[in-house]
């Protein structure tokens, strides 16, 4: 059974500062996403990275594959209120038993980050 | 507008009061599920379907239901809930294939059930 786990699972930054969530996952995967929820909305991709080795920056959020490691790891750069969120991992595999399409995603439990002036 | 619907947002009922809530997406995806979430548990994956009349269990489908008789509708039934359904639930689409699904799901806005 693949488990997806996150850490920390809660955050409490300064604005201003640099902080990393770290997603590992427990069987072989090249497919992980991740995902932004504000309080009481629904899920908001923010990036899909689908080798090893993949690194995508939107703003001040970094994310990177490593495949090997099974880690995925989200970076976040001179923290600002505006980023305060709950964030998901998730890790995509198979949805048959050929490996042929890719359906079901597994989540982590999720990292709630808070911003502080 | 790209989008998947969910009806309704906010829903109280009794313990054992059928309920359905809706799911549609518009934009001709294979792949529906749906999905809980509660605090500390992350979303879990209730049912999904691979296409229409194809559905399966996914971890946690006991007290659920679904069809797919069209491939834009997914509705989750309820037959006879109880107060451990209280959750956050959402509907998310995608293309199937190794390429085309690449790009992950779409999500619904959500349904906050509870159940009394």
């Known amino acids: 059974e693949l488990k997806v786990e996150q850490n920390p699972l809660f955050l409490s930054m300064q604005e201003g500062k640099n902080y990393t969530i770290y997603c590992n996952y427990s069987t072989t995967s090249d497919r992980l996403y991740w995902y932004r929820q504000d309080p009481g909305k629904s899920l908001e991709s923010l990036f899909v990275?689908?080798?090893?080795?993949a690194v995508k920056q939107e703003g001040r959020l970094m994310a990177s594959l490593d495949t090997k490691a099974r880690l995925s790891t989200l970076h976040i750069t001179a923290a600002v209120h505006d980023l305060s969120a709950t964030y998901f991992c998730?890790?995509?595999?198979?949805?048959?038993?050929?490996?042929?399409?890719?359906?079901?995603?597994?989540f982590g439990q999720g990292t709630i980050l808070t911003v502080h002036p | 507008e790209a989008q998947v619907t969910q009806n309704p947002r906010y829903l109280i009922t009794v313990t054992g009061k059928k309920l359905t809530v809706t799911c549609s997406q518009n934009?001709?995806?294979?792949?529906m599920s749906w999905y809980r979430q509660d605090p500390g548990l992350g979303l879990r994956q209730i049912y999904y379907s691979m296409n229409v009349e194809v559905t399966d269990k996914g971890d946690v489908p006991e007290g659920y239901k679904v069809s797919r008789k069209e491939k834009r509708n997914f509705p989750l039934i309820l037959e006879s809930p109880s107060p451990n359904q209280t959750s956050l639930y959402f509907c998310?689409?995608?293309?199937?294939?190794?390429?085309?699904?690449?790009?992950?799901?779409?999500f619904g806005s959500g349904t906050r059930l509870t159940v009394v």
């Open positions: 998730a890790v995509g595999t198979p949805a048959n038993a050929g490996g042929t399409s890719y359906g079901k995603l597994t």
């Open positions: 990275l689908l080798s090893n080795g």
């Open positions: 998310a689409s995608s293309f199937l294939g190794y390429d085309r699904g690449s790009a992950g799901y779409t």
């Open positions: 934009m001709n995806h294979e792949y």
